[in-house]
């Protein structure tokens, strides 16, 4: 009774946890040519980084940050110790083409989980029922009580930690896929450089669209960074600056 119980426990965790995995594994993304790799530093990220000396108008957020993110990259979270600790627990409970995908996942600071869901080693882990070889030679997947108590629950701890990661690390993963290891693209970069060096933080009625459009890619990162990223609150506090400069020119605009 007990193993049922716990079978039927792990099927319907299962079941709601799976269509939310394929919701984050199958979020489009833009074209492959348009992936910015930015190993190298550009001349223009140089010397946004150097820059010292802000207009008045400029609020101190800007002034204070901008610098600093200009040159700065993604942080990236380390493995779950959901996931490190549940690992070394249910190793005796994997496959070994389970174990062999986890210890790369581990092995990348958790950057390479599968992206193709459905046919990973990892799925049957994640959904709950384990593949065996069937004596006719196909493969087929079990009931989840057909393991001993002990590794079923083992493999629902790290489990446990693999979701963790699709929540947290893959969507982090596919934000830096799109705009490069750089917090500031530089299609941002040279937004700001111009609204800093050469329009002393004032805008033009045309920027103030095309402002909105610019920070989409920062206030991405933001929301797919944990809550408690101190790299996410620096570049929040930065936002908070760029608003400012963009409330203003509206309250300009109809002030006319």
């Known amino acids: 009774m007990f193993l049922r119980a716990l079978a039927l426990l792990l099927c319907v965790s299962a079941t709601m946890a799976c269509s939310s995995l394929r919701k984050l594994t199958h979020v489009e993304t833009r074209e492959l040519a348009s992936v910015r790799t930015e190993l190298n530093v550009s001349p223009l990220r140089e010397r946004v980084a150097k820059i010292e000396k802000f207009a008045k108008a400029c609020p101190s957020e800007v002034a204070e940050l901008l610098p600093q993110l200009a040159h700065e990259r993604v942080v990236f979270p380390p493995c ?11 190793k005796d409970a994997l496959r070994p083409e389970e174990r062999s ?3 790369e996942l581990l092995g990348s600071n958790c950057r390479s989980l599968p992206d193709d869901f459905g046919s990973s080693p990892l799925d049957s882990l994640i ?9 006719g030679g196909r493969n087929r997947e079990t009931e989840a009580e ?3 108590a002990e590794h079923l629950l083992q493999r629902m701890r790290l489990r446990e930690g693999l ?3 699709r929540a947290l690390h893959e ?16 299609e941002e970069l040279l937004f700001f450089d111009r609204i800093v060096s050469h329009e002393k933080c004032r805008m033009s009625d045309q920027e103030v669209d095309q402002s909105y459009r610019t920070l989409h ?6 929301r797919v960074q944990s809550e408690n990223e101190p790299q996410r609150k620096k570049i929040e506090r930065f936002l908070s600056g760029v608003h400012r400069i963009i409330d203003r ?3 300009e605009y109809f002030s006319r």
């Open 80 to 90: 779950p110790e959901k996931l490190v600790a549940g690992f070394e627990a249910a």
């Open 101 to 103: 995908t986890i210890e």
């Open 127 to 135: 959904e709950g029922v384990v593949p065996r070889q069937s004596r």
């Open 146 to 148: 057909e393991l001993p």
């Open 163 to 165: 979701l963790e990661v």
């Open 171 to 186: 969507p982090l993963e596919q934000w830096i896929h799109i705009n490069g290891e750089f917090v500031m693209p530089e």
């Open 217 to 222: 890619s920062l206030e991405a990162l933001t």
């Open 249 to 251: 020119k509206i309250r």
